[in-house]
């Protein structure tokens, strides 16, 4: 292979590390800009922790778009693994081929129809009052981009996968890092407010959605898009293996448009905002764990795909225990930062101690199981990785299950404050359960091909 890394003969823990740190990296990047978007509005005079709370709102609907992505992305690249594994290079084009058609359609498709349900989705994820018209400016200017969001999204899976993570780092960072530079100046020097982080936002994502184009329809790229081999069956293969990544970003945000439904039922008057906000900046830190998670467990993928097209059960097991090993490195050391310094990040979103002493508290509880999350990663992105469709969506829609029912009683029987306690019940329940599983019948599913 003419790439940055060889998936036949380089070493699996040279492998491992090489491809996961630059994708964990893009994820880490991603979120951050994101946090300076909440961040630069969490500190606008005197609105703040409302525009902030309306921000909040949109943050699910945005992931829930950006999820069709992952839907076609994290669906196809792995199937190109397997063939390119294979040294099947015709096959591997057809599927790419098909993948960014599909991406096309599905970008259309679903800008148009978030315009057209914005304001219900608006209501239905908790926005009233001053709340909506800040939601509804963010998210207004936001979707005019959801072409590119999607475009970019989904094709840096295709770039990773044949071996060039630093180029798919470098799709994320352009892009990541003229948000940064452009949000305060749309939103303090131009005064555009939230509609100032939507616009940088969007003009970002045209960034990367360039670069990514550039790549794949470039000279560099061993496997380039094409415009012939559409099949309708190998489609529907590529969207029943992308349903766990959909299903688990889809459901992770139906999840938190159901806590901020049941904070509004059950916190009260003088405590929903505050909960509501709090959660914002929750979700803000979970972030920072989740997505650089995933960006080490679907970024090594490729590696898992290209073995088990190849027949090498060896080098997928080798490759499972660094990926494992670098998770848990990872979310061992976010847990002890959880633990000991959520004051400093909490302080970036806002100054006022009420907010700040009950969110530090939220984020250690939110946080108590994510060392084992880590496993729960590797084992669903690892099926994945191997085209195993099946087993991954059923451990993934186990643990949202486990969330849900949590969401429902914790806070009709404890209180909505105590409401934080399902993530980390939901996290280790489920990684115990998908852990003992995979442990189980590791060999028979790498010997399966």
């Not at 608006?122 to 959801?146: K, R």
């Not at 509609?195 to 940088?200: E, T, W, Y």
Request: glycine share 10%; hydrophobic share 50%.
């Amino acid at each position: 292979m003419n790439a940055e890394n060889n998936l036949d003969t380089d070493r699996i823990k040279g492998l491992v590390w090489r491809l996961a740190l630059p994708s964990m990296l893009a994820q880490f990047v991603s979120v951050f800009y994101s946090i300076v978007d909440r961040m630069y509005i969490g500190n606008i005079a005197k609105t703040g922790e409302i525009a902030l709370a309306g921000v909040g709102i949109c943050g699910p609907i945005v992931s829930l778009i950006s999820s069709f992505a992952f839907l076609v992305g994290t669906g196809g690249s792995p199937l190109m693994s397997i063939r390119m594994g294979e040294k099947n290079e015709r096959a591997a084009k057809q599927i790419l081929a098909n993948s960014f058609l599909v991406l096309l359609i599905v970008s259309v498709g679903i800008t148009f129809l978030s315009f057209l349900f914005k304001d219900r989705m608006l209501h239905w994820f908790g926005a009233e009052g001053v709340i909506f018209d800040y939601a509804d400016s963010y998210l207004s200017l936001y979707l005019t981009g959801t072409v590119f969001a999607l475009l970019s999204a989904g094709l840096n899976p295709f770039i990773i996968c044949q071996g060039f993570a630093k180029a798919g780092m470098k799709a994320v960072l352009y892009g990541a890092v003229l948000n940064i530079l452009l949000d305060p100046v749309f939103i303090f020097s131009f005064g555009l407010g939230v509609k100032g982080a939507a616009l940088a936002t969007v003009l970002s994502q045209m960034v990367s959605c360039a670069y990514g184009l550039t790549f794949l329809f470039g000279q560099r790229t061993l496997v380039k898009i094409t415009f012939k081999g559409y099949d309708c069956s190998l489609i529907k293969r590529i969207l029943t293996l992308g349903l766990s990544p959909f299903l688990i970003v889809a459901f992770d945000n139906i999840l938190i448009i159901t806590l901020n439904t049941v904070i509004m039922r059950y916190g009260g008057e003088g405590m929903k905002g505050m909960l509501l906000t709090c959660m914002t900046i929750v979700q803000s830190f979970m972030l920072m764990v989740t997505m650089p998670l995933s960006g080490i467990t679907t970024g090594t993928q490729t590696i898992l795909g290209y073995n088990y097209g190849g027949g090498r059960p060896d080098r997928i097991k080798a490759a499972e225990i660094h990926i494992a090993i670098l998770a848990l490195l990872f979310t061992s050391i976010m847990f002890v930062f959880a633990n000991t310094s959520a004051g400093i990040f909490v302080r970036i979103f806002t100054q006022n101690e009420t907010y700040v002493n009950l969110t530090v508290w939220a984020i250690r509880i939110y946080t108590m199981s994510i060392i084992p999350l880590a496993l729960q990663y590797v084992v669903v992105d690892g099926f994945t990785g191997m085209g195993i469709a099946k087993a991954a969506i059923a451990f993934s829609m186990f643990r949202k299950c486990i969330f849900l029912v949590g969401a429902f009683v914790i806070p009709a029987l404890y209180g909505a404050v105590n409401i934080f306690y399902t993530e980390p019940l939901s996290d280790l329940i489920s990684s115990v359960v998908s852990v003992s599983i995979y442990i189980v019948f590791f060999n028979r599913i790498v010997n399966r091909k």
